[in-house]
């Protein structure tokens, strides 16, 4: 028989995770009880008011196709969103709306990358964006923004990083996984760059309303209008909204490549669903209290178990400033432990200790350990205890 894979998806890595949580999800139907601290979305059910949205649109009968880009009422809800919320000044050409801010940035590759074009993804990275590249056709180019710079990259880093053959680097402020902000200053710095050299800038803005004590958001594409031509902002309501399962993203930019990404979904995806588009008109147009709520309660269980994490032995963790991810360096406690990698102490936690957590080299940074606070306090505590104490057991002194 003939070869039945195609050889871009032979290069694929699976999410880690999903994996893990699919793993813990085994487990607690064996009846043993897994706290998960794996998954990156809210626990909170979406708001009550889109809710309602959703189901008075399918009672109207609005259940039908709609244009490949998105509802012209929806796209009106983003432009006015990036205006009220962001200054930026869109028209409804230069916005795609998509089956998730993940399929979004799946088409935005597809649409920029031709075959050893190259992207330059900052570490610790979001574990899609590789493969994303890497099924386009294009070369990650890795650069490491170290515990020491915050898990952020330096213009020179950036400037170094770039051949003839880059085409963008992406920033991801709030980060996944690590919860950091780019400062505008430091965006100013990046962008020059960017602009110097040439090259396109994917901002991935997904965790835009989770920021906590005092700091703010700041788009790169709010710079000037030269830096806003070169910058595709890409985001959703998935995180801002609690509404993951919906699949709603949007990418703003360049008319031409909005234009080619409209194209290739029409052959895709026809269009994202309908019923959640309308959905999200009401999450951008109505009561925003819901947001603000949800961010309260993710800072407060930031401030309640931040320092109960970095008090554990071998733990080094530098606290976020949005998302709702912790990220510490655990490598002394997984040496101090007895194991040989992060993935076996963060597989020892899974089926010892009960808790999931995902392994930081699928974000390529193998000293971490990803841990999501988006989850009640009662069993933020119990998973932090349990890991204290599995530390604590296992201890040597050698």
């Not at 990275?125 to 990650?140: C, T």
């Amino acid at each position: 028989m003939k070869q039945l894979l195609a050889k871009r998806v032979k290069t694929l890595t699976p999410s880690s995770t999903l994996a893990i949580t699919a793993k813990a999800k085994e487990l607690k139907e064996q009846g043993i009880d897994v706290i998960g601290l794996g998954a990156g979305e809210p626990d909170f059910n979406t708001p009550e008011n889109i809710l309602n949205a959703a189901k008075a649109s399918m009672d109207a009968g609005l259940t039908k196709y709609t244009p490949a880009g998105g509802l012209p009422v929806l796209k009106k809800a983003i432009i006015d969103k990036l205006q009220r919320d962001n200054g930026l000044t869109y028209q409804a050409n230069e916005i795609l709306v998509g089956v998730g801010a993940k399929h979004v940035l799946y088409t935005l590759f597809q649409v920029i990358l031709d075959e050893g074009d190259e992207v330059i993804i900052p570490i610790p990275y979001w574990v899609s964006y590789p493969e994303q590249v890497k099924l386009a056709g294009g070369v990650p180019v890795y650069v490491e923004g170290t515990a020491d710079q915050g898990y952020k990259i330096t213009p020179s880093q950036l400037r170094d990083a770039i051949t003839n053959k880059t085409k963008a680097v992406i920033i991801n402020s709030p980060s996944n996984p690590s919860g950091m902000i780019y400062s505008k200053e430091e965006l100013a710095e990046l962008a020059k760059v960017a602009e110097e050299k040439d090259i396109l800038i994917v901002s991935d803005e997904i965790y835009e309303k989770l920021v906590y004590n005092g700091v703010e958001h700041f788009s790169i594409a709010q710079l000037s209008d030269a830096i806003k031509a070169r910058t595709i902002v890409v985001n959703g309501v998935a995180k801002s909204h609690s509404m993951t399962g919906w699949r709603i993203g949007y990418a703003a930019g360049d008319k031409d490549i909005i234009n080619a990404m409209t194209d290739l979904a029409s052959h895709s995806t026809s269009n994202a669903t309908t019923t959640a588009q309308y959905a999200t008109v009401e999450a951008y147009n109505g009561s925003q209290e819901t947001v603000e709520m949800m961010r309260q309660a993710f800072e407060s269980r930031l401030e309640a178990i931040f320092p109960k994490l970095a008090a554990i032995p071998g733990f080094k963790v530098l606290k976020p400033q949005g998302a709702f991810y912790l990220l510490p360096d655990v490598s002394e406690a997984a040496a101090k432990t007895g194991y040989a990698s992060v993935d076996d102490f963060a597989n020892a936690l899974l089926t010892e200790a009960n808790v999931a957590v995902i392994p930081g080299s699928g974000f390529g940074a193998p000293a971490t350990m990803r841990l999501s606070y988006a989850t009640s306090l009662e069993l933020l505590e119990e998973a932090v205890n349990r890991i204290e104490t599995f530390v604590k057991t296992k201890w040597q002194d050698k």
